[in-house]
């Protein structure tokens, strides 16, 4: 039998923390390099301060300072990315889906060794019927869901596009360019942002005019950010056996959602 890397092996081997702590220094470190790009006074981000009021109780000042921190929010991953040259962002990306993917595969065979074995905590004897294990029949139909869910995370990994030096950029500014559509804000306008974030980080993509920006990060980047989306909505819809209780559901619900946006993270 093949042995199994255990998680803690796959993160020694692909060293995925050392990314997320950098991701998290890079964000914190240019916060208010970031903060005074979006909100500059020559931002197109100000056209829109009077338009989009949550309510008839909020001023306009509080609304563009929540616009503001939305997109600031949804930068984090898209600040590290901006910060590395074209074959660092490859690399982090190539790494990132390799130990991500190595997880996934791994979940899902050793699962596949508990479910193969029906009679797991429960031999029979020839003429000698035991009662149904309970417990394990519960655990069974929880791997069940799990087992389900890791072979379409499979499927779905199967089919990505090969990565390339944009692939972290487009899937980290999904949120953004998605919180701007939410916001109305016109695609000329999104495309102008976005150029000023990489003029202000001077991001290593010689080939970012505006037609470039949308056809090669816009348009992929609302695609990730769709698909990612109708997935985890999928999540809910799932069949779910009777015997699992209402709280059970609930947070294999949530922790897959939670596991979802981890491994897709890049």
Request: a positive charge.
């Amino acid at each position: 039998m093949k042995k199994l890397l255990t998680t803690k092996q796959l993160r020694s081997k692909y060293g995925p923390d050392t990314v997320i702590q950098k991701i998290n220094l890079f964000y914190e470190k240019n916060y208010d390099k970031i903060k005074s790009c979006i909100s500059d006074k020559s931002s197109p981000i100000h056209k829109y301060k009077d338009a989009h009021q949550i309510s008839f109780l909020e001023s306009s000042s509080n609304n563009k300072n929540r616009l503001i921190n939305d997109l600031l929010s949804s930068l984090k991953d898209a600040t590290y990315f901006m910060l590395l040259s074209k074959k660092e962002r490859l690399n982090t990306t190539q790494k990132m889906r390799a130990y991500y993917s190595g997880l996934i595969n791994n979940y899902l065979e050793r699962v596949k060794i508990l479910v193969q074995d029906p009679e797991l905590l429960a031999p029979k004897q020839l003429n000698d019927p035991i009662a149904k294990h309970k417990g394990v029949a519960t655990v069974f139909d929880i791997l069940g869901i799990i087992k389900k869910d890791l072979e379409l995370e499979q499927k779905y990994r199967k089919k990505m596009p090969r990565a390339g030096h944009l692939t972290g950029l487009q899937i980290s500014l999904g949120k953004f360019f998605q919180t701007l559509r939410l916001n109305r804000i016109v695609q000329k306008d999104q495309i102008t942002i976005v150029q000023n974030l990489f003029k202000s980080f001077d991001v290593d993509w010689e080939e970012g005019d505006r037609d470039n920006i949308k056809l090669s990060l816009q348009n992929p980047a609302i695609e990730y950010f769709e698909k990612m989306k109708l997935d985890v909505q999928n999540i809910s819809n799932y069949h779910y056996p009777k015997s699992l209780n209402d709280k059970i559901i609930i947070n294999m619900i949530e922790q897959n959602v939670i596991f979802k946006k981890r491994v897709r993270r890049f």
